[in-house]
Every structure is written in structure tokens, then in C-alpha cells.
């Protein structure tokens, strides 16, 4: 009896971690994310000199044979399965931000929570290369996360005034990874930008 409640029990974990999100980095708590946002700076978007995301070089080695793209996947997924040179060739993913599942990392972009372009434009054009590498591929930070690629495309280099994940059950996380990394970085926030956080964190 005990052993099969035990297999059982067993086979539920392993269906469970098929199908949930895996947890990027632990965002700040949303009254820790109110606090930060009150102290960002609130200034205008400035894209001169213009941006060029060749200036943020990205998928770094992390370890071994591993870049920056596959160390995400490898921590997003369950069950994921890579070969001799670290690429996925079959695990279990959901993208956070529309439950969407997936067996195919073909099928994922590692977003770039706030997005190269919009970090440009709040303060990283003033940065040093080696800075915004470290930026491109902060894996401390919750900055990058395997999402739906048709979905990560979709929202581009938008702020939360302009385009937020669409299950709503997430967004409250969003709101609080976002700022977390504008904070750590000190990245300015427009005031459109601000007044959507604003409100969205008041809704954590």
C-alpha cells in the first residue's frame, strides 16, 4: 500500500515539473519594488547616440561548452536532455508568460526581461562594453527568462506602458523583475513607464 501511494506520489512530481513554469531568479517582494521604483530616476528616453545591439554582446560562455542562451533552458526546463556542445535536444518548458508548453527549445527565445533597446535608451548607452555585456547576460538578476518566441517578439523592446505578458497571473512578477533590474542597473524609468508599474504594483 504504502509503495504504490509512494509511486503514485512519485508520478505526480514528475508530472508536475513537466508542466510548470520553472522560476527565474526570485524578483524583490512588491513592497521592495515600490520602494525601488519611487528612487529611480524618471527622465526622458534618449537614443542618441542610436542603439546598436551589436553593443551588448550576448549568449557569453558560462560554463564548459555552455552559453548564456543554454544555462537559461537548462534552468528553465525539466527533463532537458543537451548534447557535446551544450545545445537542448528535448526537455519540458512553459513560457511564463502565456502557460504556453513546449518540448522544443527551437521553440523559445531567452528574453531579455528589460529589453537591450530599452535599457540603451534609460541610461546603458553610457556604459562601458564590458558593462552592458554583463548587462546582456545577468544571470543573478531576474533579467532572463525562455519564453515563447513568436511571443517574445511580439513585445520587442516595449516598457510595461506598452506591452505586458499576456496571462495576467504573471504580471504582478513582471512588474517586480522589471524593476529589480532597473534598479540594480540603474536604469532610468519614463514617466508613462512609472505610472504603469505604478499601478500594477499596487494590484501585487
Keep these: 500500500?504504502?509503495?504504490?501511494?509512494?509511486?503514485?506520489?512519485?508520478?505526480?512530481s514528475v508530472a508536475m515539473a513537466a508542466v510548470l513554469p520553472r522560476a527565474l531568479p526570485t524578483p524583490v517582494s512588491a513592497a521592495t519594488a515600490r520602494t525601488y521604483l519611487a528612487a529611480l530616476t524618471v527622465a526622458a528616453e534618449s537614443n542618441s547616440p542610436a542603439y546598436d545591439r551589436d553593443?551588448?554582446?550576448?549568449?557569453?560562455t558560462i560554463s564548459g561548452s555552455c552559453?548564456?542562451?543554454?544555462?537559461?533552458l537548462k534552468r528553465d526546463g525539466s527533463n532537458v536532455v543537451t548534447d557535446s556542445?551544450?545545445?537542448?535536444?528535448?526537455?519540458?518548458?512553459?513560457s511564463p508568460f502565456d502557460n504556453v508548453a513546449t518540448t522544443l527549445a527551437s521553440?523559445?527565445?531567452?528574453?531579455?526581461?528589460?529589453p537591450l533597446k530599452e535599457a540603451w535608451v534609460s541610461g546603458a548607452r553610457l556604459w562601458t562594453n564590458a558593462q552592458r555585456e554583463a548587462f546582456a547576460n545577468d544571470l543573478t538578476r531576474p533579467q532572463l527568462i525562455a519564453v515563447t518566441d513568436d511571443l517574445n517578439q511580439s513585445k520587442g523592446?516595449?516598457?510595461?506602458?506598452?506591452w505586458m505578458p499576456p496571462l495576467t497571473s504573471y504580471r504582478c512578477?513582471?512588474?517586480?523583475?522589471?524593476?529589480?533590474?532597473?534598479?540594480?542597473?540603474?536604469?532610468?524609468?519614463?514617466?508613462?513607464e512609472k505610472a504603469a508599474l505604478t499601478g500594477y504594483l499596487a494590484n501585487c
Aim: charged share 20%; aromatic share 14%.
Design 1 to 12: 500500500m504504502h509503495a504504490s501511494v509512494f509511486s503514485l506520489l512519485s508520478l505526480v
Design 157 to 162: 523592446d516595449q516598457d510595461p506602458a506598452e
Design 107 to 114: 521553440d523559445l527565445d531567452i528574453d531579455h526581461l528589460v
Design 173 to 192: 512578477t513582471y512588474a517586480r523583475a522589471w524593476v529589480h533590474v532597473k534598479y540594480y542597473w540603474k536604469l532610468s524609468v519614463d514617466s508613462a
Design 85 to 94: 556542445s551544450c545545445a537542448s535536444t528535448s526537455g519540458n518548458w512553459v
Design 67 to 72: 552559453n548564456t542562451r543554454e544555462t537559461v
Design 55 to 60: 553593443l551588448f554582446n550576448h549568449w557569453i
